[in-house]
């Protein structure tokens, strides 16, 4: 069983920077897909950004596309997410997940594998 634990969130201005980061555990383990996503309040869970780790190809939420990087740091198993430009419709609570199946990375009911979410705070 992997355990993704998230941290690196908080309060920020809007215009600030945050970077989230999400360990894994064990590690190594296999895995086709890292994501992040986010549930802002009195919304659903929508996915922010996706990895496919064997090619390194990305994507972006529209929203946040310029903004957000997603990366990985293969010697750790560490995602990160960093967000540039932070603006109050940011504001939610982020997942990492990981996906040890498939390789459709963008959709959240592909991953099996969940952080508990970490809390961003974006005032104006």
């Known amino acids: 069983q992997v355990q993704l634990v998230e941290s690196g969130g908080g309060s920020e201005q809007a215009g600030g920077s945050l970077r989230l980061s999400c360990a894994a555990s064990p590690y190594p383990y296999t895995h086709n897909c890292a994501g992040w996503f986010r549930q802002r309040p009195g919304q659903g869970r929508e996915t922010v950004a996706s990895l496919v780790t064997g090619i390194d190809a990305t994507a972006y939420l529209k929203a946040v596309e310029g903004r957000f990087t997603i990366s990985e740091d293969r010697a750790t198993g560490t995602l990160y997410l960093q967000m540039n430009n932070l603006l109050p419709e940011d504001t939610a609570v982020y997942y990492c997940?990981?996906?040890?199946?498939?390789?459709?990375?963008?959709?959240?009911?592909?991953?099996?594998?969940w952080g508990q979410g970490t809390q961003v705070t974006v005032s104006s």
């Open positions: 997940a990981a996906a040890t199946d498939g390789a459709a990375c963008w959709a959240a009911k592909h991953y099996n594998y």
